[in-house]
Nanobody
Framework: QVQLVESGGGLVQAGGSLRLSCAAS????????MGWFRQAPGKEREFLAA????????RYADSVQGRLTISRDNTRNIGYLQMNSLKPEDTAVYYC????????????????WGQGTQVTVSS
């Protein structure tokens, strides 16, 4: 089992940027695919981005393509989500997750999850 802790959320003005971090401990992080999701109040959880265990391939939701960049540093057991050109509709709790299967992580949201970090974008 891997434990995940997100950080880096906060309040930012529209058009600004944030970089979220996902620190992993326990099971070897480098053996797992990693993803980012978000959930806004009253809405369903939404997939944002995922990256394979080695970091060589990524996948993004169409709604955030071009504004978000997922990356990872397996030497430090940390994953990142760089968010640019933020909009008020990006306000949500952001979660990272990790699983052996990238497909399962993205499609059915399996694996280990962090507790989330709040991102609030003001207009």
């Amino acid at each position: 089992q891997v434990q995940l802790v997100e950080s880096g959320g906060g309040l930012v003005q529209a058009g600004g940027s944030l970089r979220l971090s996902c620190a992993a401990s326990g099971r070897t992080f480098s053996s797992l695919a990693m993803g980012w999701f978000r959930q806004a109040p009253g809405k369903e959880r939404e997939f944002l981005a995922a990256i394979i265990r080695g970091g060589g391939s990524t996948r993004y939701a169409d709604s955030v393509q071009g504004r978000l960049t997922i990356s990872r540093d397996n030497t430090r057991n940390i994953g990142y989500l760089q968010m640019n050109s933020l909009k008020p509709e990006d306000t949500a709790v952001y979660y990272c997750a990790a699983d052996q299967s990238l497909h399962n992580l993205v499609v059915i949201a399996t694996g280990s999850w962090g507790q989330g970090t709040q991102v609030t974008v003001s207009s």
